[in-house]
Nanobody, 126 residues
Framework: QVQLVESGGGSVQAGDSLRLSCIVS????????VGWFRQAPGKEREFLGV????????YYADSVKGRFTISRDDAKNTGFLQMNSLKPEDTAVYYC???????????????????WGQGTQVTVSS
């Protein structure tokens, strides 16, 4: 397993942007697809998107498509979640997760990922 550490969360106003980072250590970063999830109080963990390990293909949940962008910098062992036009309903704890190997299907469930970060709080006020 790898270790993941998120950063970049905070409190912002509606319409603002934030970029979350996820630094991965403990194994070759290029072996892993990186997914992003969020969890609001009282709700289930929600899939946001994923980026594949080598080709950089991305897949997004409909709820964030067009506003959120996932990328990766393999030289820095880091994944990114760029969030634009933030809304109060985006308030949640945001998590990154890693899944080894080639993506033969799009992993969208928490159980599809074996390693998780500790989460970072994002609060959007109106």
């Amino acid at each position: 397993q790898v270790q993941l550490v998120e950063s970049g969360g905070g409190s912002v106003q509606a319409g603002d942007s934030l970029r979350l980072s996820c630094i991965v250590s403990g194994d070759a970063f290029t072996n892993y697809a990186v997914g992003w999830f969020r969890q609001a109080p009282g709700k289930e963990r929600e899939f946001l998107g994923v980026i594949s390990r080598t080709s950089g293909l991305t897949y997004y949940a409909d709820s964030v498509k067009g506003r959120f962008t996932i990328s990766r910098d393999d030289a820095k062992n880091t994944g990114f979640l760029q969030m634009n036009s933030l809304k109060p309903e985006d308030t949640a704890v945001y998590y990154c997760a890693a899944r080894p190997g080639r993506m033969t299907m799009v992993p969208t469930r928490p159980a599809d990922f074996g390693s998780w970060g500790q989460g970072t709080q994002v609060t959007v006020s109106s």
